[in-house]
Every structure is written in C-alpha cells, then in structure tokens.
C-alpha cells in the first residue's frame, strides 16, 4: 500500500498555536493585499469603511515537510454615515496561511459558503470542492480550480510560470 504524504486535518484538530484566529487576523490585516485588509475609503466624497466581518479557521494542510493554515473570511462595507440604506453584501475569500498563520500565502476570492475541510478535500455540503492531495504538475503550476476560479498552490514545491516554460521542473527529482 503506497503511503501518502499528504494530509488534512479539521478544525478540530490539535493546533501548534492555540491562538490562531488572532494570529490569522494579524496576517490578513497585514497582508498588504487590498481586498485581505480592512479600509477607509472615500466615495463620492462620503467616508465609507471596509471591515472584516468574519474569519474560519477550516483546519491544516501538510504537504512533505510544509503546514499552511486554510482560512475563510468574509469583508462587508459600512453604510453611508446617516444613511439607512444597508452596504452592498461584501465578498468572502478563501485562504492558505503558512504553517505559523503569520502570512498569507494563497487565497481566491469566493461566493459566500460553509466549507468544511475533510481530511485533505474541502467540502460544500457533501460535494468536494478541492481535492488538495492532488499534487500533480499542472496544479503546482497553475493551482486549485474552484467555482471558477483559481486557488494558487500554496506549497513551496509549486512550478513557476519560467519553470513550466522552460521544462526545468521535469529534471528535478
């Protein structure tokens, strides 16, 4: 029987740091990546803020010698000042942190759902949305597809866009 190097586990699992979802917040807030940190922005001449509503902790991913954290969060904008009218419904993205959930390492930008991690799959209800002990070539190269869109391979072990044009990855071991 071949042994996987792959695993995932839930949030329930044991964690290196328990206090994770401060250590994700950080991340996120410090990410540098604008739809992954909360804002002030003017429009239209009117203050409005930009503001996580909500993080989740889905679990862990290992792969070889590598963890990173697999997060959700959800960003609302405020309404107007005085107004009464309620802010667009915002955006939800999925992400992979590193080992310590210091840093981001991947995300996508998502429609809002439950996920839950099972083992290495991430599930919607019962339907797999990600397989991620799939490791072959072209994900490493080019990443998870899901609802669309692309989750980029989060592991050290991804092909860059010289090395897929160049064959390189093909000759290491």
């Known amino acids: 029987m071949a042994w996987s190097m792959a695993m995932g586990e839930g949030a329930e699992a044991p964690v290196v740091q328990p206090k994770v979802m401060l250590k994700v917040v950080g991340a996120l807030e410090s990410s540098g990546v604008d739809e992954l940190t909360s804002g002030e922005h003017q429009e239209g001449g009117v ?17 070889k010698d590598e963890t990173v954290v697999l997060v959700t969060a959800f960003y609302i904008r405020s309404r107007n000042h005085g107004s009464d009218v309620p802010p667009a419904r915002g955006h939800f993205s999925l992400v992979c942190l590193d080992a310590a959930a210091s840093k981001v ?23 797999t ?7 072959d070539e072209l994900t490493r190269y080019r990443g998870y597809l899901v609802d669309g869109a692309l989750l980029p391979y989060p592991f050290k072990d991804r092909i860059t866009e010289a090395d897929w044009e160049s064959g390189a990855f093909k000759k290491r071991p």
């Open 47 to 63: 203050r409005t803020t930009y503001h996580l509503k909500e993080a989740r902790y889905l679990g862990t991913l290992s792969w």
């Open 105 to 127: 390492v991947a995300y996508t930008r998502q429609e809002l759902a439950d996920y839950q991690l099972d083992g290495e799959v991430l599930k919607l209800d019962s339907a």
């Open 129 to 135: 949305i990600i397989d991620f002990g799939n490791h």
